[in-house]
């Protein structure tokens, strides 16, 4: 990786909760090194700690109910311990984020057009048309088909995959650097799946975004990551290039969630 930038560093990353009776330490020594323009699988099942170590990296976890150890630098702020207002913005402009079902984050009262000019009417200063047409941009790189009747309907309109495309488009609208994309393709099948993959290969080429793909899925996984990190109760136990680990897996979880998981082929 000497010829990109390192854009994301976490170091000894551990969370924490104690918002039960017995505190309950969910990730330990989690360590990324993120450069531009890279896609990384983050794999494991669930409750492997994936999903919090990416949340921790995103800034949406509750820190009153958390003990936290280590940092997360993006661009030298510590994103673990700097500033709420400070964490908003670099959430707002630098990390977009999707998750595993659409249909939970967009509101159901709003059009789409409004819920992915959203970003632009916080963050920028742009006129109403130059919204317009960077909304259109967004949902025509997503590939959904006639994106200008999309804009008018609501969320309960869209099937499962168009929903997933919008909160894409939504999470690309600022052009981030990072991408964190948690289980976003867990609730459709497997059609749907091969055409997500697709669109966010499309969005890292085009756009230079790093993306962090969060899955159980190690069929797509296999398809989109250039490196994979395994978990498993919070750790990582293995980490490498992509085709290294799938061919040479070293530790026998890796084995199992390899020989387990049915594949998928698809191009």
């Known amino acids: 990786m000497e010829d990109k930038k390192l854009i994301l560093k976490v170091t000894d990353l551990n969370i924490e909760f104690h918002d039960h009776l017995i505190p309950e330490t969910v990730v330990f020594d989690f360590d990324l090194d993120l450069y531009e323009g890279e896609i990384v699988g983050l794999v494991g099942e669930s409750g492997s700690g994936k ?3 990416a949340m921790a990296i995103a800034g949406l976890l509750d820190r009153k109910h958390m003990n936290k150890r280590g940092s997360i630098d993006y661009d030298g702020i510590d994103l673990l311990n700097c500033k709420r207002d400070k964490l ?4 707002g402009n630098d990390i977009g984020i999707i ?3 659409p249909l939970t984050s967009l509101n159901p009262v709003y059009r789409i057009y409004d819920q992915v000019e959203e970003p632009l009417r916080i963050h920028t200063s742009l006129t109403k048309e130059e919204r317009y047409e960077k909304v259109l941009k967004a949902l025509k790189d997503v590939e959904l088909d006639d994106p200008e009747l999309v804009m008018k309907q ?6 499962g995959g168009m929903r997933q ?3 894409i488009a939504t999470a690309m609208i600022m052009e981030p650097k990072i991408l964190i994309a948690d289980e976003p393709t867990t609730a459709l099948d497997v059609t749907i799946q091969a055409q997500i993959v697709k669109v966010l290969k499309k969005l890292n080429k085009e756009h230079g975004t790093a993306i962090i793909f969060i899955s159980h899925d190690l069929s797509l996984v296999e398809k989109l990551c250039e490196r994979v990190l395994v978990m498993k109760s919070g750790y990582i136990v293995e980490s490498g290039l992509t085709k ?4 040479n897996p070293k530790e026998e979880y890796t084995k199992k969630l390899i020989s387990a998981i049915p594949r998928i082929d698809f191009d």
């Open 244 to 247: 290294d680990i799938f061919n």
């Open 51 to 53: 999903s919090m170590s």
């Open 99 to 101: 998750f595993q079902e």
């Open 165 to 167: 495309r919008v909160m």
């Open 154 to 159: 609501y969320p309960h309109e869209l099937s």
């Open 88 to 91: 908003r913005t670099i959430q």
